[in-house]
């Protein structure tokens, strides 16, 4: 049955993480008291599972493969994915923590990763042809049409094409917007929040993540006593790394839900992002407040917002939260009538204490920074029009903006192209985003070594979260 002592290795890597997966599974499912959820994300009173989906016409991955199924393109029962070995020799079907788990130890390989057969990929280029022809930028038309090759096709071709047509999206600019439907999606076809969560990807900054929290919020959480609600169960932990980028988009999602369950009282909201366990967990869940607010106000003019006062609710809420808060009420002072880039700069400059200006800041070049993708002397004409002291900080908002929606690379070549006294600050901001995105330090350093020299290297590699205010 196994070809070699290292097909054996993998599997039984598999079944113990699987039973490791299990545990975890059970010991986090209590997210509302009283309901235990079910395999495929909904509640269930009771603690029992729904039944699955056709899960006894799907046979084992082995079997599958013996028929002449192509390594990427078996299929798993309803609450489990695909995993290949790294050696590309073996498949087999497991939880999404698990999975994740051999992932990030690298004992296996996500099978989005890999190639289908010739006519598969012919396939779905043929299909994200059609759809992107069809309907350009049309966010409701895209969905609409993944909606329909999602009743006919097999989950790896529905998959596949949604990775795909997010690629393009970014291709052309920010789609943070897009990913947000494209995780409900998601959420949707799969009807599974872990599976769900590993189908996730770091495309479009992460807002599929953000996405799917939302769909699961409107799903499961609407209607619920929120004295009954237990956050901290709803997003999968990271035994490798309390920082894992995963957690912490999954958590800004939850940030979204609160908003909208709390019909756009911050206040409440923010009080249940109290409840997570970390500092970094809560400022995750405050940016996704914050930015559910003021993506309401760019909406429909509504949201939890002052006439009278530019700086509310950031002056009125506690002060663990409001580096967040003017990251993007700077957004909002860019939406008033009389707005400028000196205006912008010169009403930062007025917050008090003047310890939170940076954040501000900060926000403005979030703000710019898709204009500066492509453009990097853009972002230093927009931030050295602001006061000496705080340029910096404008620098790393345009830097955090770009490794979140485009690359580590794209941060790379910004940090490279900054004036000297920018650098440093730069390469530090980087390295806190590789922390993220990996557990281990030998990929820190691999990352890192990407900077133009050994210093800047180190800056990098030194990088720590320990402190964080923001990010």
């Given at each position: 049955?196994?070809?070699?002592?290292?097909?054996?290795?993998?599997?039984?890597?598999?079944?113990?993480?699987?039973?490791?997966?299990?545990?975890?599974?059970?010991?986090?499912?209590?997210?509302?008291?009283?309901q235990m959820m079910s395999h495929n994300g909904e509640m269930s009173h009771d603690g029992s599972n729904l039944p699955q989906n056709k899960a006894e016409e799907i046979q084992?991955?082995?079997?599958?493969?013996?028929?002449?199924?192509?390594?990427?393109?078996?299929?798993?029962?309803?609450?489990?994915?695909?995993?290949?070995?790294?050696?590309?020799?073996?498949?087999?079907?497991?939880?999404?923590?698990?999975?994740?788990?051999?992932?990030?130890?690298?004992?296996?390989?996500?099978?989005?990763?890999?190639?289908?057969?010739?006519?598969?990929?012919?396939?779905?280029?043929?299909?994200?042809?059609?759809?992107?022809?069809?309907?350009?930028?049309?966010?409701?038309?895209?969905?609409?049409?993944?909606?329909?090759?999602?009743?006919?096709?097999?989950?790896?071709i529905v998959l596949r094409t949604s990775t795909d047509i997010a690629g393009i999206y970014q291709s052309k600019g920010s789609c943070h917007g897009f990913g947000h439907h494209?995780?409900?999606?998601?959420?949707?076809?799969?009807?599974?929040?872990?599976?769900?969560?590993?189908?996730?990807?770091?495309?479009?900054?992460?807002?599929?993540?953000?996405?799917?929290?939302?769909?699961?919020?409107?799903?499961?959480?609407?209607?619920?006593?929120?004295?009954?609600?237990?956050?901290?169960?709803?997003?999968?932990?990271?035994?490798?790394?309390?920082?894992?980028?995963?957690?912490?988009?999954?958590?800004?999602?939850?940030?979204?839900?609160?908003?909208?369950?709390?019909?756009?009282?911050?206040?409440?909201?923010?009080?249940?992002?109290?409840?997570?366990?970390?500092?970094?967990?809560?400022?995750?869940?405050?940016?996704?407040?914050?930015?559910?607010?003021?993506?309401?106000?760019?909406?429909?003019?509504?949201?939890?917002?002052?006439?009278?006062?530019?700086?509310?609710?950031?002056?009125?809420?506690?002060?663990?939260?409001?580096?967040?808060?003017?990251?993007?009420?700077?957004?909002?002072?860019?939406?008033?009538?009389?707005?400028?880039?000196?205006?912008?700069?010169?009403?930062?400059?007025?917050?008090?204490?003047?310890?939170?200006?940076?954040?501000?800041?900060?926000?403005?070049?979030?703000?710019?920074?898709?204009?500066?993708?492509?453009?990097?002397?853009?972002?230093?004409?927009?931030?050295?029009?602001?006061?000496?002291?705080?340029?910096?900080?404008?620098?790393?908002?345009?830097?955090?903006?770009?490794?979140?929606?485009?690359?580590?690379?794209?941060?790379?070549?910004?940090?490279?192209?900054?004036?000297?006294?920018?650098?440093?600050?730069?390469?530090?901001?980087?390295?806190?985003?590789?922390?993220?995105?990996?557990?281990?330090?030998?990929?820190?350093?691999?990352?890192?070594?990407?900077?133009?020299?050994?210093?800047?290297?180190?800056?990098?590699?030194?990088?720590?979260?320990?402190?964080?205010?923001?990010?």
């Amino acid at each position: 049955m196994f070809t070699n002592n290292y097909s054996r290795k993998f599997l039984l890597s598999v079944t113990a993480l699987f039973l490791i997966g299990i545990i975890t599974v059970i010991s986090n499912s209590q997210i509302v008291e009283g309901q235990m959820m079910s395999h495929n994300g909904e509640m269930s009173h009771d603690g029992s599972n729904l039944p699955q989906n056709k899960a006894e016409e799907i046979q084992s991955p082995l079997k599958q493969i013996w028929q002449g199924i192509f390594l990427s393109e078996v299929e798993c029962k309803s609450g489990q994915v695909l995993l290949i070995d790294s050696k590309m020799k073996n498949s087999a079907c497991v939880s999404p923590q698990t999975a994740k788990k051999l992932v990030v130890r690298s004992w296996g390989i996500q099978s989005s990763e890999l190639p289908l057969s010739e006519d598969n990929e012919i396939k779905v280029d043929h299909i994200v042809e059609k759809i992107t022809t069809e309907c350009g930028k049309d966010i409701d038309c895209t969905i609409d049409s993944l909606n329909n090759i999602a009743a006919d096709e097999k989950k790896f071709i529905v998959l596949r094409t949604s990775t795909d047509i997010a690629g393009i999206y970014q291709s052309k600019g920010s789609c943070h917007g897009f990913g947000h439907h494209l995780g409900m999606f998601l959420y949707d076809y799969v009807d599974n929040l872990p599976e769900s969560l590993f189908y996730a990807n770091q495309l479009c900054g992460g807002s599929q993540y953000h996405g799917i929290i939302e769909r699961f919020f409107d799903k499961n959480i609407v209607g619920t006593d929120p004295e009954k609600i237990n956050i901290t169960a709803i997003c999968p932990e990271s035994v490798d790394n309390s920082f894992a980028w995963e957690r912490w988009q999954c958590i800004h999602g939850i940030g979204h839900g609160l908003d909208k369950f709390y019909n756009y009282d911050i206040f409440s909201a923010l009080e249940k992002c109290d409840e997570l366990d970390l500092k970094f967990e809560e400022i995750s869940c405050s940016k996704g407040v914050f930015m559910e607010n003021i993506e309401k106000f760019l909406e429909s003019k509504e949201g939890n917002f002052d006439k009278t006062d530019i700086f509310f609710p950031c002056d009125a809420i506690d002060s663990k939260y409001v580096p967040a808060c003017y990251n993007f009420q700077s957004t909002y002072i860019r939406s008033q009538p009389n707005y400028s880039i000196e205006y912008a700069f010169e009403t930062c400059d007025m917050i008090e204490p003047k310890e939170f200006v940076q954040y501000c800041y900060s926000g403005i070049g979030r703000i710019y920074a898709g204009n500066s993708a492509n453009d990097f002397e853009n972002a230093i004409t927009v931030c050295k029009t602001g006061d000496t002291n705080y340029q910096k900080y404008c620098f790393t908002g345009v830097l955090l903006a770009l490794v979140n929606n485009y690359s580590l690379d794209k941060g790379f070549e910004y940090c490279k192209f900054l004036p000297l006294e920018f650098k440093e600050n730069c390469y530090d901001g980087i390295g806190k985003w590789i922390i993220m995105l990996h557990s281990l330090p030998e990929q820190r350093e691999k990352e890192c070594s990407k900077a133009e020299n050994a210093d800047y290297s180190r800056i990098c590699t030194n990088a720590s979260l320990d402190n964080m205010t923001l990010l």
